[in-house]
């Protein structure tokens, strides 16, 4: 019985981290809400100690969990995860942009940290080495992504580039991205689908000045030489400084097999994490020990059965940037 419940109250536990926001600290809320030292959160957290039920029922009201979800026989099978749908009032953008922040700061912090990514798209921080094209991304989640109405008829334009605060804020996450190593695993088509949305707004007329859009592709392929240097320093920098030895480490795999599907599996000292993305931008976060190892596991044995094009391989990595460059030229060719 004994076993029982602390199998519930780890359960317990394990919900109310996958639903603190990353820069909240475990067991100091549980000791601020329970009103108990720190050094007695910390017991409780552990299994040492066990929760009173008036305790387990103060935190489960705090944090809308249902309390017969903390029976094993009807939780073995769940995996409970934090989200929150990207909108224009509840959680917004400029949040959105600030809770990848937050995420890639507690990632920075720690000692002990990894993350590999999956790339379906190419993943969103390396688009703010680039004001213009960051600003035109930016522009497409919002106008087709999250349907704002009044992107509706609106045009892009450089324009207004200079006032946007989510840049700002992009290339605060940028800065944090390059601070940590990681891999990330690709496949032919993931730098794609931001040459796709130039040339198809290009051919809507949504560009107030078309010239502009041939900056833009300019640019992607000013982004791919970058990425093509980083890859072959294996370690990240920022555009226009000099690859040092001492940065971040950079992997690059190319995955001829399968499908990449945009998941990112992160560690930060002693917590794991899974970021699954869906809907192109909102992501489930999820912090369960199992679930974690399952897709580290799964990640590890896509990159065994990829080719690594960073730091090594140097034919294969031409031949894989040449063939990105080939398809600019042929967008590009079809704008003028």
């Not at 032919?188 to 007329?205: C, K």
């Not at 369960?288 to 799964?298: A, E, I, L």
Request: neutral net charge; contains cysteine.
């Amino acid at each position: 019985m004994k076993e029982n419940h602390s199998k519930a109250q780890m359960h317990l536990i394990e919900m109310i981290k996958n639903k603190l926001p990353p820069h909240q600290s475990l067991p100091e809320q549980i000791a601020y809400i329970l009103n108990i030292a720190d050094h007695s959160a910390y017991r409780r957290i552990r299994g040492e100690k066990t929760m009173s039920l008036d305790e387990v029922l103060i935190l489960a009201n705090h944090f809308e969990i249902k309390l017969e979800l903390l029976n094993p026989k009807v939780a073995n099978d769940l995996v409970w995860f934090s989200f929150k749908t990207l909108d224009n009032k509840f959680f917004t953008f400029e949040q959105y942009l600030q809770s990848q922040i937050d995420h890639l700061e507690r990632i920075k912090k720690a000692k002990e940290r990894e993350m590999i990514y999956s790339a379906k798209d190419l993943p969103v921080f390396h688009y703010y080495h680039f004001d213009e094209l960051a600003a035109f991304k930016i522009f497409v989640w919002k106008k087709a992504i999250m349907g704002l109405e009044e992107y509706n008829d609106r045009q892009f334009s450089f324009d207004s580039v200079d006032e946007d605060a989510n840049i700002v804020r992009g290339k605060m996450a940028l800065d944090r991205y390059i601070d940590v190593a990681s891999t990330e695993i690709w496949n032919d088509e993931t730098p794609h689908s931001v040459l796709r949305q130039i040339y198809f707004y290009y051919d809507l007329g949504v560009f107030k000045n078309k010239k502009e859009a041939l900056i833009l592709v300019d640019q992607f392929m000013a982004m791919m030489n970058h990425l093509q240097k980083q890859a072959e320093a294996g370690h990240k920098f920022h555009v226009g400084s000099k690859p040092s030895e001492y940065g971040s480490t950079y992997k690059l795999y190319n995955n001829e097999v399968v499908l990449c599907d945009n998941s990112i599996f992160a560690i930060a000292d002693d917590q794991k994490g899974v970021f699954i993305t869906h809907n192109t931008l909102n992501y489930m976060y999820i912090t369960n020990g199992d679930y974690c190892d399952t897709t580290h596991k799964w990640l590890k044995n896509l990159m065994k059965r990829s080719t690594l094009i960073s730091t090594e391989s140097e034919k294969a990595r031409r031949l894989f940037f040449n063939t990105i460059k080939e398809k600019v030229e042929a967008v590009k060719a079809k704008m003028k």
